[in-house]
């Protein structure tokens, strides 16, 4: 018998679709265009750069035959800057998210957005240093295993990375006291693998709020009832009182 599967992605799931986003490498040596599901690569000739799905070169990267450029957000500048953004500017919201590009229209020479990309081009060595990709917990965690000898200031990146995740996760869970007050809770800017994490914990706090609403209503009725209950007795009382009257009367 299978066991029901949580609703959503899980982290494990989350991390399995970050290596397919695209990331910049120097290839060691000549490699032939290699047919994927996702289209053909680029021939690779060194010390020439390419573009390839992060588990391409990742393989390439543990077989000495390339080495991956780091995205400019992977860096301790870029990284302390959106600290301090996420910090001081703006202490209450996320860091914003990459711009989505658009493309030019050549017959009617107006912008207009890309036709569903799986993926923005967020992680490439010409990408903006200073907007968080929606993988970037992910793929920060597989280049420093896998590739931290590609990587400058490893180690003061990591520390970058382990401040900047409990400042976004603390602003995660003041937002609970959002939801309580039946408001809304935006998560532009939020990571994929925060909100597999954050879903649990969101379902925690509505399904608790669900309850104390629930006892709140039954004991409401409950009070409504006893309410009622008690002006039918002093009702009786009054009409058996007004008999008593009509006999002495009599």
């Known amino acids: 018998m299978s066991l029901p599967l949580p609703p959503g992605l899980t982290p494990s799931e989350v991390s399995f679709l970050c290596e397919m986003e695209s990331v910049t490498i120097i290839p ?9 599901l996702g289209g ?8 020439q750069t390419a573009v390839l799905p992060l588990w391409l070169a990742l393989l390439l990267r543990h077989q000495s035959r390339a080495n991956i450029v780091p995205p400019p957000w992977l860096s301790p500048s870029a990284l302390h800057q959106i600290l301090e953004y996420e910090t001081n500017i703006s202490p209450h919201a996320f860091s914003p998210p990459p ?14 957005a890309p036709i569903s990309p799986p993926f923005l081009p967020s992680s490439l060595s010409t990408a903006p240093g200073q907007y968080l990709p929606y993988h ?36 995660m869970r003041d937002s609970a006291g959002v939801l309580a007050g039946e408001g809304v809770v935006s998560l532009t800017g939020v990571g994929g693998l925060e909100v597999s994490e954050y879903r649990g914990f969101v379902g925690g ?21 006893e309410g009622g ?19 002495m009367e009599l």
Do not use: C, Y
């Not at 400058?152 to 976004?168: F, G, K, Q, S």
């Open 28 to 36: 060691r040596q000549r490699l032939e265009s290699v047919e994927l």
């Open 40 to 47: 053909t690569t680029p021939p690779l000739h060194p010390p």
């Open 99 to 112: 711009p989505f590009p658009a493309t030019t229209n050549p017959t009617t020479n107006t912008s207009t």
């Open 136 to 171: 970037f917990l992910e793929l920060s965690h597989l280049l420093l295993q896998h590739a931290s000898e590609d990587i400058p200031e490893a180690d003061t990146i990591r520390r970058l990375l382990r401040d900047l995740r409990e400042v976004r996760m603390a602003k």
């Open 205 to 225: 706090v509505v399904e608790g709020l669900r309850k104390i609403g629930a006892a709140r209503e039954q004991a409401r009725k409950e009070r409504e009832e």
């Open 229 to 247: 209950s008690e002006d039918s007795v002093d009702e009786d009382r009054d009409a058996e009182g007004r008999e008593e009257g009509d006999r």
